[in-house]
């Protein structure tokens, strides 16, 4: 079994920051893709950022790209996302996901393992 466990939201306020966090345990998670995804009440889950099994490929949203940043730490099996200038529109839940493969996806089917959520609140 594999889990993934995020940490890190909270309530901020408009322009703050926050880091999550995504910890892995029951695999090894090195060779795995990982991403970030999002889910506001009432919408559907999209995609926030992914990033490849090695770090040297990331992907970003269009509605994040340049305020947010993804990355990971192998040695500790833990992914990252900061998360800079946030805007109350950036208020939903966010997950980590893991998948096998090579490609940086996109999308929620390119991706096996699930975390729970974490809630980020932005305030106006």
């Known amino acids: 079994q594999a889990y993934l466990v995020e940490s890190g939201g909270g309530l901020v306020q408009a322009g703050g920051s926050l880091r999550l966090s995504c910890a892995a345990s029951?695999?090894?998670?090195?060779?795995?893709?990982m991403g970030w995804f999002r889910q506001a009440p009432g919408k559907e889950r999209e995609f926030v950022a992914a990033?490849?099994?090695?770090?040297?490929?990331?992907r970003y949203s269009d509605s994040v790209k340049g305020r947010f940043t993804i990355s990971r730490d192998n040695a500790k099996n833990t992914m990252y996302l900061q998360m800079n200038s946030l805007k109350p529109e950036d208020t939903a839940i966010y997950y980590c996901?893991?998948?096998?493969?090579?490609?940086?996806?996109?999308?929620?089917?390119?991706?096996?393992?699930w975390g729970q959520g974490t809630q980020v609140t932005v305030s106006s």
């Open positions: 029951g695999r090894t998670f090195s060779s795995y893709r």
């Open positions: 990033i490849s099994w090695s770090g040297d490929s990331t």
């Open positions: 996901a893991a998948g096998s493969g090579t490609k940086v996806g996109a999308a929620t089917a390119d991706y096996e393992y």
